[in-house]
């Protein structure tokens, strides 16, 4: 089974810092998933990729298949991005997300 | 719909109940996963559906866990004779696909058993 690690757990920036959150995972993946979740709230897909890099807006996601790693960067955090980011990963051949525990980030205003 | 849709959105059951958690998935979606989170964790894996068709149930923690799709869009998840672990918030997703496809989720169902 894929473990997926997460850095930090909890997060706490200023407003308009840049913010990073890592995600590390154990074994080979087909792709990654950045969930946002607010509290009391579902989930919201960010990003799905399999390599590379996207950006939408002030996010960017970075994946290096090689290293087994990803990472979530937000530019000029707004206390609006406050919420769970949670990494989930395909394993190859899978349709199952294998989820971490969640990095919480609060942007303070 | 426009997303996916789950209800409802918090439920009290008194242990020993039978309690039912819907999900509508997006319309024309083949795919949809049930999940299960307790507090402070990710999302654990419970059961996958292709259309009508439950293709994997490793996932669910006792046979107290039932759930049915039976026309390939609705999906239920049915928890018989609740106990106090089975509290936590039930997410449900949908994909158009399996592998390689995007999940959309629902707000989750938060489910407390007293």
């Known amino acids: 089974k894929n473990e997926v690690e997460q850095s930090p757990q909890n997060l706490t920036a200023q407003e308009g810092e840049f913010i990073t959150i890592n995600c590390s995972y154990s074994v080979g993946i087909s792709a990654l998933h950045w969930l946002q979740q607010h509290p009391g709230g579902g989930i919201v897909s960010l990003f799905m990729?399999?390599?590379g890099k996207k950006k939408h807006g002030r996010l960017i996601a970075t994946i290096n298949i090689q290293e087994k790693h990803s990472s979530l960067h937000i530019t000029a955090s707004h206390p609006r991005d406050s919420a769970v980011y949670i990494c989930a990963v395909y394993g190859a051949g899978s349709y199952q997300l294998t989820f971490g525990k969640g990095t919480k980030l609060s942007v303070i205003p | 719909g426009a997303g996916v849709s789950q209800s409802p959105r918090y439920k009290v059951a008194k242990r020993g109940q039978d309690v039912a958690l819907r999900c509508d998935p997006i319309s024309g979606h083949v795919s949809l996963f049930w999940y299960q989170q307790a507090l402070g964790q990710g999302p654990e894996f419970l059961t996958y559906f292709q259309n009508e068709a439950q293709l994997d149930k490793s996932g669910l923690p006792s046979d107290r866990f039932f759930a049915e799709r039976p026309e390939g869009s609705v999906s239920t998840l049915k928890i018989q004779r609740t106990q106090q672990e089975d509290s936590a918030v039930y997410l449900c997703?949908?994909?158009?696909?399996?592998?390689?496809?995007?999940?959309?989720f629902g707000q989750g169902t938060r489910l407390t058993v007293v």
């Open positions: 997703a949908s994909s158009l696909g399996g592998m390689g496809f995007g999940a959309f």
């Open positions: 990729l399999s390599s």
